[in-house]
């Protein structure tokens, strides 16, 4: 103990030699939000008491150190925005629910499948280093190659820790690691940026990527960002119907936010099939009134090129037992299967001469 306690002790004189006016680290420090004099005048006694001996340290109880100022009932002085009421909403982390089995030190991803899952906001932030350029902070990270890092070199890195190769994933939860490769046929240019491109594409693109949490996020676009909670299920941003039903601008909010609803809807790519009448885009989703969701996933797919994957909850397989999608080019498709009823088998044909 005393050991320990010595050792936290030279810790903290070293950070109050570093930390001296005028050295290197109380200039990073200035960026640093949770160091800055303005927003903390109290410093590290904001979060750590010291009683009488200056070796012990010791932190407000760990659930409510953040929400002690980050919540709309905080009494602090120093009150920071809220974000205890984003995890009362509905579809959230669980982070009232399982931050007490975080502790400093755990190996992320999870080895032992027995061990429950829980997520605490020092998993995704490193609270001495916040700042409003890398609000995660240095916190720690595991990369796309499935090595660990001390400081998460981007977002995803820090999902990972706990959606990729955690021995305690949920069973019907993809590994997010594998899906977002970049050795798949298509991805959402997360990790790396796509080599197809995308027809519709309304956005501009910095280094041509988004992020987990441009997707995942709050409901409320005035409220707090960041992947925290939702009104609506997975954590979306947007509204997003998974389930079949007329096609609206607020069905498919979350792709419309960055692929123009004219260009999907006009079939400016997906055409349809070379041995049908023109069928595509427009077809299945205002016509036939089938979801994106239907037929792409959202993050990757290991199996076909432009993010097909079927949702087997609304296609099975046709008389032969296939369910397949085959790309011919042009933005025309063959595909092998059922939906509502209708077996797709009419266009097993040879495509056109001279094509479409
Ligand atoms: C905004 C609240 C906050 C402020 C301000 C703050 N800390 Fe911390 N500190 C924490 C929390 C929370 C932890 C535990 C982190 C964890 O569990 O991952 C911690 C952990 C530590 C640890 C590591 C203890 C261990 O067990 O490894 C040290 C050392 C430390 N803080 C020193 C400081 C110093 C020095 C300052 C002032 C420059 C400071 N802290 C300011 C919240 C704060
Ligand atoms: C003593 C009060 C206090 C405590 C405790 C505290 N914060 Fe803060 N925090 C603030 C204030 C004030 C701000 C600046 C206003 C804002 O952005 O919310 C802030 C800002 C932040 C930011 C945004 C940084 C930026 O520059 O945009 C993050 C992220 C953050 N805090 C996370 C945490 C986490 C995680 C914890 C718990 C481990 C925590 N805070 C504990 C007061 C506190
Ligand atoms: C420390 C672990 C941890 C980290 C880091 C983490 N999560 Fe989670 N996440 C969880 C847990 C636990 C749940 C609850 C469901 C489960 O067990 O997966 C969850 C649920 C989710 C859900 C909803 C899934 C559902 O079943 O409703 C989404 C979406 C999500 N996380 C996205 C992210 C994103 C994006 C990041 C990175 C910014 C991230 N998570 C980082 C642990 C974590
Ligand atoms: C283009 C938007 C988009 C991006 C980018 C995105 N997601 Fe998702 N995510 C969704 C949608 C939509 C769902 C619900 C539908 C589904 O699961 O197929 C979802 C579901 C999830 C789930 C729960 C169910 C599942 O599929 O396992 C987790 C966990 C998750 N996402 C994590 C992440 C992480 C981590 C990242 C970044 C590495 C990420 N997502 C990037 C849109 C996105
Ligand atoms: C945050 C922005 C964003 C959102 C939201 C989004 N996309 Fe994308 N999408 C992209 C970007 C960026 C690309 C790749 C563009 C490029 O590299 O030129 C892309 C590409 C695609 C591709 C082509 C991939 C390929 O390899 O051919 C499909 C299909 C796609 N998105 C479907 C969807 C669907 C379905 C949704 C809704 C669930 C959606 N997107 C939501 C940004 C987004
Ligand atoms: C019946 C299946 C099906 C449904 C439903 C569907 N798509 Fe597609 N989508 C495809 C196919 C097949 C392609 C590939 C076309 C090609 O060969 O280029 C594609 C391509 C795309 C692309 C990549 C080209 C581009 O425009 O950037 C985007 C984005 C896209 N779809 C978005 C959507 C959205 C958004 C929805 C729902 C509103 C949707 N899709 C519904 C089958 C479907
Ligand atoms: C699953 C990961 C995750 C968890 C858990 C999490 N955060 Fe965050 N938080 C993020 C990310 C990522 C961002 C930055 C989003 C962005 O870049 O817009 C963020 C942003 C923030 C911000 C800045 C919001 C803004 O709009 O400026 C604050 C403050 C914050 N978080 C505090 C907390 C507190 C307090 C907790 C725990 C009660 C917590 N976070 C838990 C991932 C997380």
Redesign the pocket.
Known sequence: MNLIRGKIFLIILIIFIVTAPGSVVAQISMVMTHSKRGVLPKGCASCHQSHGAPATMLLFQREDI??SC?SAESASEYK??D??SL?LKTYR?P?IETSKDHFKGEELPERDPSIPRH???E???EVHSVRSDK??GDVSGYTRYGTKRGRAGY?YE?CFKCHSDSNNLPAEQENMRIVFDPSNPSYHPVVDYTRNGSVSIRISLKNRKIKC?DCHGNSDPYG?????GSDYEWILKYNYNMNDGPETPFAYELCYQCHRRDSILNDESFKGSPDMRPFGHKGHIVYAQTSCNTCHTPHGSEEYEHLIRFNERVVSPDSSGLIQYINVGGGYARCYLTCHGYEHKEQMLEPPVGGM
Not at 224 to 228: A, D, E, F, L, V
């Open positions: 953040c929400f980050h920071g925005t974000i205890k995890f982390h982070v997520v605490a906001c998993d995704c932030h609000k995660t977002e820090v949490s707090p960002q960041g992947p925290h």
